[in-house]
């Protein structure tokens, strides 16, 4: 299982936020170049970056940001925030990004989303639903989690046959620390045997990674416990071998 240390960007800051709260943003002193070279070093293949002032305004404001991090960076990249046309995927994945997260879009325009799959390959994009919980059925939130789908996880992962990657963050557990949705990832592993799932939110320790692995997931986004040193990034890596 591949380990994804997450890089969340607003104004060019290294942030965390709880449950998505753009309000209440923890700020950390790392330049963001400093802390993908810090990732590379501890033994990281790829790291996860948001833009999440793009994600709020659902369009780019940080992607030029984005493009000098994948100029330099040791590691492969996965990047988010703001995507809302084929010029900008373009020009991410002209700038080094090894694969761009839709979220919002691929909810609200699977045809476009799913034409971009099939022109840029299905290893370069990777869908991205978020959801929560209501009445035990994943609801896919978008916006940055401001807006409700009204469609489950199961409905929009359907309109994809052809994807091969797909992201999944309960935000009811993101940037909380409080130990990830393992019933979840081992639902979205058996009901959708062709996407590789990785799993975000809750992740505090190696054993929440080792009962990701071993739900089937391919990939863990690990954030703020590593922000916090509440864990290490050569333990996580280790964790997910």
């Known amino acids: 299982m591949l380990i994804y240390p997450a890089i969340d960007l607003m104004d060019g800051r290294c942030v965390r936020l709880s449950q998505g709260?753009?309000?209440?943003?923890?700020?950390?002193?790392?330049?963001?170049?400093?802390?993908?070279?810090?990732?590379?070093?501890?033994?990281?293949?790829?790291?996860?970056?948001?833009?999440?002032?793009?994600?709020?305004?659902?369009?780019?404001?940080?992607?030029?940001?984005?493009?000098?991090l994948a100029a330099t960076a040791r590691q492969r990249l996965q990047v988010a925030g703001g995507f809302r046309t084929r010029e900008q995927v373009t020009r991410m994945l002209d700038a080094g990004v090894?694969?761009?997260?839709?979220?919002?879009?691929?909810?609200s325009e699977p045809e476009t989303v799913g034409a971009w799959i099939d022109d840029f390959g299905p290893e370069r994009i990777t869908l991205?639903?978020?959801?929560?919980?209501?009445?035990?059925?994943?609801?896919?939130?978008?916006?940055?989690?401001?807006?409700?789908?009204?469609?489950s996880l199961w409905d929009v992962a359907g309109f994809y046959p052809r994807a091969r990657h797909m992201l999944v963050t309960d935000i009811g557990r993101d940037g909380m620390m409080a130990g990830p949705?393992?019933?979840?990832?081992?639902?979205?592993?058996?009901?959708?045997?062709?996407?590789?799932?990785?799993?975000?939110?809750?992740?505090?320790?190696?054993?929440?990674?080792?009962?990701?692995?071993?739900?089937?997931?391919?990939?863990?986004?690990?954030?703020?416990?590593?922000?916090?040193?509440?864990?290490?990034?050569?333990?996580?890596?280790?964790?997910?071998?």
């Not at 090894?98 to 909810?107: D, E, H, K, N, P």
């Open 128 to 151: 991205a639903f978020d959801v929560r919980l209501v009445d035990g059925v994943p609801e896919v939130a978008t916006a940055g989690w401001l807006e409700a789908s009204g469609r």
């Open 21 to 68: 709260r753009f309000d209440a943003p923890t700020v950390y002193p790392a330049d963001p170049a400093e802390a993908l070279a810090g990732f590379a070093a501890a033994g990281a293949e790829w790291t996860h970056v948001v833009d999440l002032d793009g994600a709020r305004a659902r369009e780019p404001r940080q992607h030029p940001l984005l493009a000098e």
């Open 98 to 107: 090894a694969r761009v997260v839709i979220g919002s879009l691929a909810v």
């Open 181 to 241: 949705n393992v019933e979840l990832v081992e639902e979205a592993v058996r009901r959708l045997p062709h996407l590789s799932v990785q799993a975000s939110g809750g992740v505090a320790s190696a054993d929440d990674l080792r009962a990701l692995k071993a739900a089937g997931a391919d990939g863990a986004i690990v954030g703020k416990a590593l922000w916090e040193a509440r864990l290490g990034l050569a333990e996580a890596v280790d964790a997910g071998r």
